[in-house]
């Protein structure tokens, strides 16, 4: 079967992975992973923000999911996303932020062009996507 022209003109999106193995030091490692990632996709004007959000759903992934969470990066179609997987099934809850914490979901909505949860075999992935400037996409 001949492929479409819109099969052809969309090119596959960068993606790469990294797996929290240590929880004491699996933050700084992810960090460290992101913003090489980004840096080499030419996206520099979203590394801070998706070093802040990432920092957010691993968190709440090591804090209150199950298992080794994973980080995956992608880039395409103008824009980044951010997902991290967990073996619970339990969608994160998003409390009223204070001087206690809960901070952390409201960040990502005011900073993400969109997040959302979904179920991912046995558990989930929590997702959010930051605009990345075509200009940074087409080297």
Known sequence: MPATLDAVDTPAPLTAECALTDPAGGLAVVRRFARLTLTAWACDSVV???LLLLTELATNALQHGAGRPVLRL???AGHV???VFDDDPAPPVRRSPGADG???LALVERLSLAWGTA???LGKVVWCAL???SAELAG
Do not use: F
């Open 48 to 50: 801070d923000d998706a």
């Open 74 to 76: 992608s880039v395409g």
């Open 81 to 83: 996303r951010i997902e």
């Open 102 to 104: 809960g901070w952390g």
């Open 119 to 121: 179920r991912h075999g």
């Open 131 to 133: 605009s990345a400037p």
